[in-house]
């Protein structure tokens, strides 16, 4: 694979976890947050490699943007970084989404519908983007390289940009994943 220009947004562990992927495999990383002051020891772990900007810088750097901010914080994000910073680039997003609600009897609340999807929210805010559900259905801890008994786990992706879809396959791939893709209906 070549080498990758990749704007992660966000700066919780799984973005850092993800930057660290894409740093492993030496691929360049920004990593966009809106307190840059909280990745001063990623940075320095980083080894010089990485770098640190706003939303917008890192999306502005990635020709692949991953966002990975808390779900209901999601939209604000893609709002503030604008649809033309990531015209025609591959957005991975790794959001799941959860409402801000406590879990009733130990269930997770969503803040879409039944026939809603935060890709799709994402999708139709940036319609000129390439929009990949990819790493959503993992903890941090076993994005990259991951070591099962059974050999390489598979990772659903979504899509549907076959080009983008393949790219982010291939990322998969070099981080330890098998893949099963799914393309997205009546998207645009």
């Not at 059974?150 to 990772?155: E, F, I, K």
């Amino acid at each position: 694979m070549k080498n990758l220009k990749v704007g992660v947004i966000g700066s919780g562990q799984v973005g850092q976890t993800l930057a660290n992927g894409f740093l492993k495999f030496g691929h360049d990383v920004m990593m966009g947050t809106r307190e840059k002051g909280k990745l001063k020891a990623w940075l320095e772990q980083s080894g010089g490699k990485g770098r640190v900007g706003s939303f917008a810088e890192a999306a502005q750097f990635g020709d692949i943007v991953v966002i990975a901010v808390k779900g209901s914080a999601v939209m604000k994000a893609v709002e503030s970084i604008g649809e033309n910073t990531v015209r025609n680039k591959i957005i991975i997003d790794v959001n799941n989404p959860i409402a801000d609600e406590a879990p009733v009897n130990g269930v997770l609340k969503f803040f879409t519908g039944p026939n809603e999807s935060l890709m799709e929210m994402i999708q139709a805010k940036w319609p000129q983007s390439k929009v990949v559900k990819a790493f959503s259905c993992i903890g941090h801890p076993y994005m990259i390289n991951p070591q099962f008994s059974g050999g390489p786990p598979t990772m659903f992706i979504c899509g549907n940009h076959d080009d983008a879809k393949q790219t982010v396959k291939d990322i998969l791939e070099q981080f330890g994943w098998e893949t099963c893709q799914w393309a997205l209906q009546n998207a645009p």
